[in-house]
């Protein structure tokens, strides 16, 4: 049983993971929270679920289509919003991603009503497959490991790229970055296209078994800040143990204290972890 417990929370944990990076990058690198990341999933799953309703295409085939238009999104959000407020105190770029996400919802809530959506007969179905006497769901594995490996790609373009590490110049230092010559504005315009790529593919390996209304990513938003928060800040390999942290945790509080007060357990290791290392586990 525990056994059960510890894969289905570690296959959300992945998920979580990736879900986080996005907002990793964005409080890492610009030193900005924006509360409207919850709002950019929500988005994504919309477009999800619209291009299978028009198109007939499922998430898992118009992920890369999703995955650029949230980047979109991201990039005009940072042109728009946040370039306006980047040079004032941090408190009105925090409250200028809040109204954001205000207004994000409710066009949501406008536009598509607040009634569910659902993708039905999905590419990978929600039939499960027994190992070692557990039951694990394909759809659920399909969107870890996706995850997982996306997470490991972005990984990769910040190591490994140009603008990976132009990123991480600037999300050190950045009077020093713009000395070197790197165009520091186009790099914020990135960083926020990325994180909204990272939420984009996370809302394509969900949107098939997640119920998808102006709400439903709510809870995604919240656990998003604690997972950067625990991981320590733009630290991606940090957002993907604590993600995988909160995954086991949840699941594990769901079994032993109950559903409604699982997400006690998971706040109460977010509380320890800072008391003892305020910068995260990982950060420095």
């Not at 894969?7 to 929270?33: C, E, P, Q």
């Not at 209304?213 to 709510?218: Q, S």
């Not at 998971?266 to 320890?272: A, G, N, R």
């Amino acid at each position: 049983m525990i056994g059960q417990i510890l894969i289905n929370g570690l296959l959300n944990g992945f998920v979580y993971a990736l879900v986080a990076v996005g907002l990793s990058l964005t409080w890492g690198v610009m030193d900005i929270v924006n509360f409207a990341h919850g709002e950019f999933l929500l988005w994504g799953m919309y477009a999800a679920f619209w291009i299978w309703s028009l198109v007939g295409l499922d998430p898992l085939i118009s992920l890369p289509i999703i995955v650029v238009l949230i980047f979109a999104l991201g990039v005009l959000t940072y042109l728009i919003v946040i370039r306006r407020v980047l040079k004032v105190s941090g408190l009105t770029a925090l409250l200028a991603t809040f109204g954001l996400s205000m207004v994000l919802k409710n066009l949501t809530q406008f536009f598509w009503t607040a009634n569910y959506k659902n993708i039905t007969n999905p590419l990978v179905s929600n039939k499960s497959f027994k190992v070692l006497g557990m039951y694990i769901r394909q759809d659920y594995v399909v969107a870890a490991v996706g995850a997982l490996l996306l997470t490991m790609l972005v990984m990769a373009f910040m190591n490994k790229t140009k603008t990976g590490v132009a990123i991480k110049a600037t999300s050190m230092n950045k009077q020093a970055a713009q000395l070197m010559g790197i165009d520091t504005s186009r790099i914020y315009a990135i960083t926020f296209g990325l994180s909204g790529a990272c939420v984009g593919a996370a809302a394509a390996l969900m949107a098939s078994f997640t119920p998808i209304y102006p709400e439903a990513c709510a809870l995604y938003s919240t656990l998003a800040f604690v997972i950067v928060a625990l991981g320590g800040f733009g630290n991606i390999k940090g957002a993907l143990y604590a993600g995988l942290i909160i995954g086991v945790a949840e699941a594990l509080g769901g079994y032993l204290i109950g559903t409604s007060y699982k997400y006690l357990v998971v706040f109460l290791i977010y509380l320890i972890v800072i008391q003892i290392r305020p910068r995260g586990l990982f950060g420095w």
